[in-house]
């Protein structure tokens, strides 16, 4: 009926909440992937199995405080030592299952608790010791599970589990700690989850049973939790470590109870199972909007580094516009490459004289050619780097500003990374390249071949590389003072041989082949930014799907409540 | 007083207050906020504690709820004054019990304890000074009880965990509170009570597991006492206990010298290694090597040559040309730089801006870089927040470094206004050459002038210049023009060399002022947040003190 078509929607809804990365260290995240776990380990532990064998035993989970005498208790109802209690805390440190010999075909599998290996022997990490004795009931089988609440970590985390994977807790606390604040937190989930419950009080002095029956029934109804089945058991003497018969009757008869009435059980089973199915809707979506607010966070993260490194990229471009990149050293090598500054300055007029002056000049010595692509190279590279450096530096900075980054920043993470240097160097003698190949097909559809070919491509693409950087914003007046002019030459050298519109569209496509270059790089090193992100934050896709696996089982457990016959 | 004056000398805990006194004045801005401020509430506890003086000892008695706390204290006590019960919990706020209560109302107030039973006479005992505590719970549903534990535990003398058979080993007793306090094992005492509970024969076997636990948690010398406040047993061995912190007068001292401790293991990580990196030479010279770059001194310094130079024409220059030199102005007047205009002697104002442009996009990167080396280079191997301080101390100024740098070559010395002295000679001798070579025009236009006119020709003297003879006249005007051009020629070479070698100077000038411009904006930033790094740490690791 419609029991598959659930259990498949809650296996789909239980792998996508499985999957999907929670590990932003925004707050709340904690608990967030605790209540993941315990979810996951819950559908896996109790609901599948439960959805799929409704007639399996019913699993009755005697949970508790350390020291409240949850080992005892369960000694005592089998009559048999079987789990050992004593005065050392926390005393049960793997959880024992006791049942019928007749049951144990149901609970040696792992149809159950698949994450916990089972034994007959002594107790073992990990495990589950699995007791058959014949004074358990058919159809009913008891779990005694580690303390809730002692120093044992471990101990603590798999109670939870196994509270989890129970049918029917018997929830056993004592007169000094029924008011403690960590069993309480149990019961109130158990409470949102109607999860079948019955409380033993422990140890009561046996002059207060009556004061301390009534104040915790007060504690249990204001967690509306009044309908649970109370039984206090008076502090007595031992006997052979077992709780005198007297003290217990009323909890021996209910059991009793219920292991004879099929009915009672399976009401008890599917009101657990029906209060768990339904308790998902609550859990998946404060973990869905828990992933929401871990998208958005990722995604302010990610959006920091994406500022940062558009405006490192706008200041290269603002370098390269305002014609910086020109200054100092490539205006030296320039003047020695086209001759003195006192040539020069006569030459304005006299282009013709230049170029021949140039070719002979160029034709002599042409190393003069290399000397100016360096120093470009170097000012470039200067200016890209540290562009990038700054985008790194306050990038971490910022993250460092808010948990989330901060634990995702590494250490070398402040600075550009140690092959962007390397990188850089060779994409721009790359991009010089292009600018020769520019010029060279420029050059070859004009009439100005001739001219070129005395000039020299090396020289026509290394004023144009000059003038990528100086054309837009012209010269400053120091430019034009210990120049004496000569980017202002360069231009119209290279306009004589080229045209004025060629040399500005030339000009305008080296400079952004030069951006696009630089931009590849800085994007490179963003990368390393998203990376890290990427690999802890979930993405908003998986947040959706996870919502319509949700919406999915919804429907799907919609139908299978409306079953007749299911709630009686 | 004097009693805890000796006891708080002794233990060298004036000493630590002061350098915790030294963290927090030197952690603003440079530790994590949080514990910046643990730091800043302990100085004043500790403070405040030391003026409420030693001759009473707060001891709190503290637990899970049930344990039988207030059973204890009214065992102490000797009265029922503390409300025992059935229903958990019961105790909601705490109060005190005071032996020979003199004195002690300052130190209540302070802790905040309104409900308190004063013993009198009948305290007069070992327990005299004693200030016992009975605090709420630290494990029930009422969250305000751990809260007050939480206050009161920060300031008392002596912490008594009480602890029963049942609870023990609770995780909300150990990681809430014995785990974090295991720097304070001196002042921590767990009292086993209810051990009438446990059967004789497994007492021991309890304590065992019990002291084993706290072992784990690094309370290892913690002393458990096993009592119970039902039948007295084990009561006398816990008084003692309380009656030596009493009459040694020093607990309130050791408490503060633990909280110390505690702190010191806090901030200890943040301090790194001990090693103290300093400015290295070499970052130094690329930071000012960086900064020079972007003032523009390469600029300057050829301004300043070719100034030198169009000026030595202007002054030595053949006298028919050296007009055009003064005609156009001068590259260092066009820069503004300072001196150009000056005659020498005048002072240099360096809040008169120089018409440079200011540091280009490469310059500013390259100076950018030059501080990211140096923040890398002194904090390699420190953790955070010292890279950050740095790069803090190092960038803090860097808005301000254009102004600054022009200001540096504003005020520098460039040697414009001055003048060589061969300047003048070479002028007299221009002129002079010049004056000889009109006078030789002018005779020889005389001379033209007679033949036009047929005159007779007055007699021409001679001079013999090697085998030519040379009229007088003619001589003096080629001779004139042909020595000034040629002297004009050498004083330009000259006023070249004079130009380089006073470029150089002007390099170097500016440079010493760039430097201090670095020094002050940039390494002194640096290095005294490396030194307060020093001594932070210093400090830090004398809170810890001797063990």
Redo the contacts between chains.
Sequence with gaps: MDGPRLADALEALRASVASVRLDLAVSDAEAARRSRSELVGQVDDYLLPRLRQLDAPMLVAVGGSTGAGKSTLVNTLVGAEVTKAGWLRPTTRAPVLVCHPDDVGWFETDRILPGLSRTTGPEAVNSLRLVPHPSVPPGLALLDPPDIDSVVAENRDLAGQLLAAADLWIFVTTAARYADAVPWDLLHTAAQRSTALAVVLNRVPPEGVGEISDHLRSMLAEERLGDAALFAVPEVELTAERIPDAAIAPLRTWLDGLAADAGARDAVIRTTLTGALSSLHDRVTGLADHLDDQVRTAAELRGTALERYRTALTGVDDGVRSGTVLRGEVLARWQEFVGTGQFTRNLEARIGQLRDRITSFFTGRAPAAEAVGHAVESNLHALVRAASDQAAEQTTELWRSRPAGRALVTDDLHRSSAEFGPRLELQIRAWQERVLDLVREEGGHRRSVARLTSFGVNGAGLVLMLAVFAQTAGLSGLEVVVAGGTSAVSQKVLEAIFGDAAVRTLAARARDDLLETVEGLLVDERQRFDVLVDAVAPTAERVTALRTALAEFESALGSYLRQPGLVR | MTLLARATDESGLSKRLTALDRVVELGADRLDPAALATAGALSGKAAERLRLGAEHTVVALAG????GKSSLFNALVGVDVATTG????VTSTAQAAVWNPDGAAPLLDWLGVKRRHHLGDEGADELSGLVLLDLPDV?????DHRLEVDRLVKLVDLLVWVV?????????L??RYLQPLRTHADITVVAFNQIDR??SA?RE??LT?LRG?LEREGLGGVPVLPVSARTSDGLPALRTRLADAVTAHEASVRRLNADLRALADELGPTCGPSATPAVERADRAAVVGALT?AS?A??VA??VARTHRSRTRAATGWPMTRWLARVRPS?AT??GLPGARLSPGEAEDELVRT???GP???????V??AL?NLV?RTTAGLP?PW??VL?RAATGRREQLPDLLDRAVAGADLGLGRRPRWWGVVRLLQNVLALVAVVGAVWLLGLFLLDWFRLPEPPLPDVDVWEWRIPVPTGMLLGGVLVGLVLGFLSARLGALGARRQANRARRRIRARVEQVAADAVLEPVSAELSARTELCAAISQLRGRR
Excluded: I
């Design positions: 899970t709820t049930g344990s059935l229903r958990r919990p494990d029930s549903v009422k969250v029963d058979p049942q609870k023990y080993a609770d995780s909300a150990h990681d446990v059967p497994r076997e309890v597991d636990l770059e523009g390469d600029a050829l301004a590259a066009r820069l018409a440079l442009p280009s996009a490469v310059q500013q990167a390259r950018d870089t990211r890398d955070q890279p950050s790069t």
